[in-house]
């Protein structure tokens, strides 16, 4: 039989053939991992250490929770999308694609960016796996760390965490709603008051509209405005409402306002939102030049700011959100209705810890305390058994002496501790001891589990 000959590989895979890397890392004497010293985190990095964690937990637990409660599924998405993912949907004049992604070519010389947001690559993925054929709307969680090149201050680092929920499918303003009411429980759970600003970019063609006055507006103050605004006011006009400069404020404030320029059924749209609002009591506040520096954003935008924030205090925001239903079209999908809210988990953190609020404090019940090599080999296969029976054990196997191993029982604030000598190994017994009263009773090893699923059941 003629040999089948090997499939050439297609012209497409050719290209993606990696190439061989150079690195040509640029030296920063400046840099904080100069030679010899330690390396240090970068600039705008942080770690999450374990104390940060029951906070990290909470935050957590509260949005899993409620995203399985309203019913948006769980998805993962890549930290690493094509550049061009977000040049067309975000915008190639927002701060986000001019200024601060962390964009490289990776092997084949095609440019990737760590993604600065998420939100875009959930519509990719809807687009990608044809969710448009489900039934709608399609509700996704996730959740994550994204990057930014910003100046880092207070609140603002280039690796930050947020939470997701995207809602593909439905132009009902009642979607509108959910995310804001879903937006103020989640705070509230946490222990955070807020208001929501809320505002209404209407259609592409009230933007257009709006845009002209706009223009006109800025034209008359042309000389006070900063360079940044010069630029956009040129090339994309709604930009100029996300400056953040101190000199141009003043012109922001007084600049027209989109609500003025909504059509009846965009207005309409906005009116239903404001009623289920009020309907469920959420505080919020009209807030006109509120544009979200994303371009995909059409009719309702919201963020979310503490409720009790000082006077004269810098406001940042602890998420934000809104409907997008141009984003998929934009991505070469079908025209499909979708809104979303992302808070920022490392804001929210911080906002919990500036109030004493706590987290969520692991209380474990048992200390497992082996004394000597051959109960250590004991104590692992039982240690194994009580987390299984869903009993919450810690241990400090790395402590030998029964001294140190009941200090670090004392302070973990667990009810019993197991005692394993040599002696108990021997015999295939176990000392319980009780942390309160200090009184120890030696039990069978092999009814240790169950004997403490009883005592433990009584103390509650
Ligand atoms: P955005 O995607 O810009 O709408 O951001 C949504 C939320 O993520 C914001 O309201 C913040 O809570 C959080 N966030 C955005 N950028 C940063 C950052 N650089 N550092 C920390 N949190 C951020």
Redesign the pocket.
């Known amino acids: 039989m003629p040999k089948k000959p090997l499939a050439q590989p297609k012209e497409k895979e050719k290209e993606e053939e990696p190439k061989e890397l150079k690195i040509e890392a640029k030296v920063d004497d400046k840099a904080p991992m100069k030679k010899g010293k330690t390396p240090q985190l970068l600039r705008g990095f942080r770690d999450i250490l374990p104390d940060d964690q029951p906070y990290w937990d909470a935050v957590h637990g509260v949005g899993q929770g409620l995203a399985k409660s309203y019913g948006y599924d769980r998805i993962e998405l890549p930290l690493v999308e094509s550049a061009d993912l977000f040049a067309r949907s975000v915008g190639k004049q927002t701060d986000?694609v001019e200024k601060e992604m962390f964009m490289f070519p990776d092997a084949s010389g095609v440019n990737v960016v760590l993604r600065p947001?998420a939100t875009a690559s959930c519509a990719r993925a809807y687009i990608e796996h044809g969710m448009v054929d489900r039934p709608q709307p399609v509700k996704m969680y996730y959740e994550g760390p994204?990057f930014?090149y910003?100046r880092p201050q207070a609140?603002?680092?280039?690796q930050?965490f947020?939470m997701g929920f995207e809602s593909f499918g439905s132009p009902d303003p009642v979607v509108d709603a959910e995310m804001i009411i879903l937006g103020n429980v989640l705070y509230n759970e946490l222990g955070l008051p807020v208001v929501a600003h809320v505002n209404s970019l209407g259609t592409p063609e009230n933007r257009t509209q709006y845009k002209v006055e706009l223009v006109a507006h800025y034209r008359k103050h042309k000389n006070e405005t900063c360079e940044d605004c010069k630029r956009r006011i040129l090339k994309n006009p709604l930009r100029v409402l996300d400056c953040k400069e101190e000199g141009c404020q003043p012109i922001k404030e007084s600049a027209p306002q989109i609500l003025d320029f909504l059509d009846e059924a965009s207005k309409e749209h906005f009116m239903k939102v404001l009623e289920y609002l009020d309907e469920m009591s959420v505080p919020y506040v009209l807030t006109p030049h509120l544009v979200?520096?994303?371009d995909y954003y059409a009719h309702t935008v919201f963020?979310?700011y503490l409720a009790d924030q000082e006077e004269g205090r810098r406001q940042?925001?602890?998420?934000?959100?809104g409907r997008y239903d141009g984003l998929c079209e934009l991505l070469g999908g079908r025209p499909t209705p979708a809104c979303g809210f992302?808070?920022?988990v490392?804001?929210?953190m911080s906002a919990m810890k500036e109030k004493g609020l706590s987290g969520i404090v692991r209380q474990p019940q048992v200390f497992l305390a082996p004394l000597g090599d051959a109960a250590r080999k004991k104590a692992f296969p039982l240690f194994e058994r009580m987390r299984k029976a869903g009993i919450d054990a810690t241990q400090s196997f790395g402590k030998s002496a029964l001294k140190a191993q009941l200090e670090a029982a004392d302070k973990a604030k667990v009810r019993y501790t197991l005692i394993l000598g040599q002696k108990e190994v021997l015999d295939g017994t176990i000392i319980i001891r009780d942390m309160e009263s200090g009184a120890q009773e030696t039990v069978d090893n092999s009814k240790v589990v169950a004997i403490l699923q009883k005592k433990l059941e009584k103390a509650v």
Do not use: S
């Not at 609140?155 to 280039?158: E, Q």
């Not at 940042?316 to 959100?321: H, N, Q, S, V």
């Open positions: 986000i947001e994204m930014r910003e609140g603002r680092y280039r930050f947020q979200r520096g994303l963020e979310f940042t925001a602890l998420g934000g959100g992302a808070p920022g490392d804001r929210i």
